[in-house]
């Protein structure tokens, strides 16, 4: 099977929400005190374009407490 990686980061931060039951405006909040502050509005633009940097992803990760990380199969 074939990874898209442009699409994986965006996904892995949607399944993590879902799996949690949190919303984006959850995540915007929990951002706050690693240096984000996004609204709902620009949090989903920069997933839309899929190009954010790895300090993003992590700090996602790192927000929604994510301890084990699976990226393949």
Do not use: H, W, Y
């Not at 374009?49 to 927000?63: E, N, T, W, Y």
């Amino acid at each position: 099977m074939q990874v898209n990686f442009d699409e994986l980061p965006k996904n892995l931060i949607k399944s993590e929400l879902k799996r949690r039951g949190l919303k984006v405006k959850n995540l915007v909040d929990l951002l706050k005190p690693f240096g984000e502050d996004l609204t709902e509005l620009s949090f989903n633009n920069k997933m839309s374009r899929g190009g954010f940097s790895a300090v993003f992803f992590l700090k996602c990760m790192q927000a929604l407490e994510v301890k084990d990380l699976k990226v393949g199969e």
